[in-house]
């Protein structure tokens, strides 16, 4: 089975703090994917990467950065956390096949910023 | 840019019932088109997805949906619904078969009523 996995399930930090979000993925997936999940808002894509050292931006990338020194592991970077960037972070991966495929999730990573 | 609507953030139906998620999008180019669904405290699973040829789509768990291009439709059914189906359900569509672009909706909560 492939395996998504966000290194920490709850966070708390304050606000200006330096925040990162580790994502691995074990099934050798070109393309990574950071999402940010608010209630009533769905997923909004953050950032995504489809290669080593690739990074493009999604629709909401203000306040974020990434980083994919390999390809099995996909960092969020908050540099300066802010209250408004409280909320659940997922993580997903999926080939780049010429196919419509699945994109496999991580459980999540929520994050408070107080 | 393509983009989903879900009708309804959150959907009751009792034990047996007949299950009707709607999702409509918008895209300039014919869609991909995924259905997700997320358990309490999980990432996203694939339920089904449309790609191209048969427009009645099965997915797992009994559920299906139907593409209707004339409605920009892509309803997610199940003809009898279980206790275990109670969970947050997402419309995804994308224009890209790298999976680069995928837009989610923003999600309906069903409630399963014993």
């Known amino acids: 089975d492939v395996k998504v996995t966000q290194s920490s399930r709850y966070l708390v930090k304050r606000t200006g703090e330096k925040v990162f979000l580790e994502c691995v993925q074990d099934m050798d997936h070109e393309n990574m994917f950071w999402y940010r999940q608010d209630p009533g808002l769905g997923l909004r894509l953050i950032y995504f990467?489809?290669?080593?050292?690739?990074?493009e931006k999604g629709d909401i990338p203000e306040g974020y950065s990434v980083s994919r020194e390999k390809k099995e592991r996909f960092s969020l970077i908050l540099e300066s956390a802010s209250t408004n960037q409280t909320s659940m972070y997922l993580c997903?991966?999926?080939?780049?096949?010429?196919?419509?495929?699945?994109?496999?999730f991580g459980e999540g990573s929520r994050l408070t910023v107080l | 840019a393509q983009s989903v609507t879900q009708l309804g953030s959150h959907v009751s139906v009792s034990e047996g019932a007949l299950v009707l998620l709607r999702c409509n999008y918008s895209?300039?180019?014919?869609?991909?088109l995924f259905w997700y669904v997320q358990y309490p405290n999980q990432g996203l699973q694939l339920l089904l997805k449309y790609t191209t040829g048969a427009t009645l789509v099965k997915g797992i768990n009994g559920f299906e949906a139907e593409f209707k291009k004339s409605e920009t439709s892509f309803h997610l059914t199940k003809p009898s619904a279980h206790m275990s189906d109670a969970a947050e359900y997402f419309c995804a569509v994308s224009d890209d078969p790298n999976n680069n672009d995928m837009r989610f909706g923003a999600g309906t909560r069903l409630t399963v009523k014993p």
């Open positions: 997903a991966s999926s080939y780049i096949a010429g196919v419509p495929g699945e994109l496999f």
């Open positions: 895209s300039s180019v014919p869609p991909y």
């Open positions: 990467s489809y290669d080593v050292k690739m990074k």
